[in-house]
């Protein structure tokens, strides 16, 4: 799929592919992938597991270089970014949910969606303020001073949310947000992402469950290292 200049994308993913090497032999996670991903879309990155859906997600989030090919963001060449360039780009773009969480057990709620601020440079009184309220908007501002461990999976999962959005980055990354969720929780999950970009927020999420898949606007299909577009 080509792009020309006059249509510019939020994300172009050039004819990337990734290899490892395993012992002797080498190991083709992504294949010649080529495809985009507009501002404000909900894109479903779907495949079972070993398929190359993961690998793809961490090269997307600016945290693994592809072997060949070029990913641009607002037409930046990201892996053409010095490491440090890369880091600030990440923190101003994007936001992650990670597959498990990675909640920070000692921290309470509150201070662990602060986490993404302290870089910022930012006045504590306006740091809890957009912590509050993002909080409000998942749910959880009567839980902000619980601790991880006091709170259920699907309610760490939207402290998870919580912490991804707090610095308002324009890409919200989402590794399996309801892999480890009961199909209610797994709902109410799914609902409050679609809510997040009705708002405008682009989501990319990778998946194996084809009932998440079905909230996406578009769904990209990852089989054996390559993709099909839906």
Same mark, same amino acid.
């Given at each position: 799929?080509?792009?020309?200049?006059?249509?510019?994308?939020?994300?172009?993913?050039?004819?990337?592919?990734?290899?490892?090497? @395993?012992?002797?032999?080498?190991?083709? +996670?992504?294949?010649?992938?080529?495809?985009?991903?507009?501002?404000?879309?909900?894109?479903?990155?779907?495949?079972? #597991?070993?398929?190359?859906? #993961?690998?793809?997600? @961490?090269?997307?989030?600016?945290?693994?270089?592809?072997?060949?090919?070029?990913?641009?963001?607002?037409?930046?060449?990201?892996?053409?970014?010095?490491?440090?360039?890369?880091?600030?780009?990440? @923190?101003?773009?994007?936001?992650?949910?990670?597959?498990?969480?990675?909640?920070?057990?000692?921290?309470?709620?509150?201070?662990?969606?602060?986490?993404?601020?302290?870089?910022?440079?930012?006045? +504590?009184?306006?740091?809890?303020?957009?912590?509050?309220?993002?909080?409000?908007?998942?749910?959880?501002?009567?839980?902000?001073?619980?601790?991880?461990?006091?709170?259920?999976?699907?309610?760490?999962?939207?402290?998870?949310?919580?912490? +991804?959005?707090?610095?308002?980055?324009?890409?919200?990354?989402?590794?399996?947000?309801?892999?480890?969720?009961?199909?209610?929780?797994?709902?109410?999950?799914?609902?409050?992402?679609?809510?997040?970009?009705?708002?405008?927020?682009?989501?990319?999420?990778?998946?194996?469950?084809?009932? +998440?898949? @079905?909230?996406?606007?578009?769904?990209?299909?990852?089989?054996?290292?390559?993709?099909?577009?839906?």
């Amino acid at each position: 799929m080509t792009t020309t200049t006059e249509n510019m994308h939020l994300i172009e993913i050039q004819d990337i592919s990734k290899t490892y090497k @395993s012992g002797d032999s080498e190991v083709h +996670a992504i294949q010649h992938m080529d495809f985009y991903i507009d501002d404000g879309e909900f894109v479903g990155i779907m495949g079972q #597991s070993g398929s190359g859906k #993961s690998t793809l997600l @961490s090269i997307l989030g600016g945290l693994n270089h592809p072997s060949n090919g070029k990913i641009l963001l607002d037409t930046l060449d990201v892996y053409n970014l010095t490491s440090e360039q890369r880091a600030d780009l990440r @923190s101003e773009y994007i936001g992650v949910i990670f597959q498990s969480f990675q909640l920070i057990p000692y921290l309470t709620v509150l201070e662990n969606v602060k986490m993404p601020m302290a870089i910022t440079g930012m006045k +504590a009184k306006k740091q809890h303020e957009m912590a509050m309220s993002v909080l409000k908007k998942v749910g959880l501002e009567n839980k902000a001073d619980r601790l991880p461990d006091q709170l259920s999976g699907g309610e760490q999962e939207r402290v998870a949310i919580a912490r +991804a959005i707090v610095n308002n980055p324009p890409i919200l990354l989402a590794d399996e947000p309801t892999g480890s969720l009961d199909s209610k929780t797994a709902d109410e999950i799914m609902s409050l992402l679609k809510q997040l970009n009705e708002e405008g927020q682009t989501i990319i999420m990778v998946t194996h469950n084809p009932d +998440a898949c @079905s909230h996406a606007s578009r769904t990209i299909t990852v089989k054996d290292g390559t993709c099909m577009i839906h």
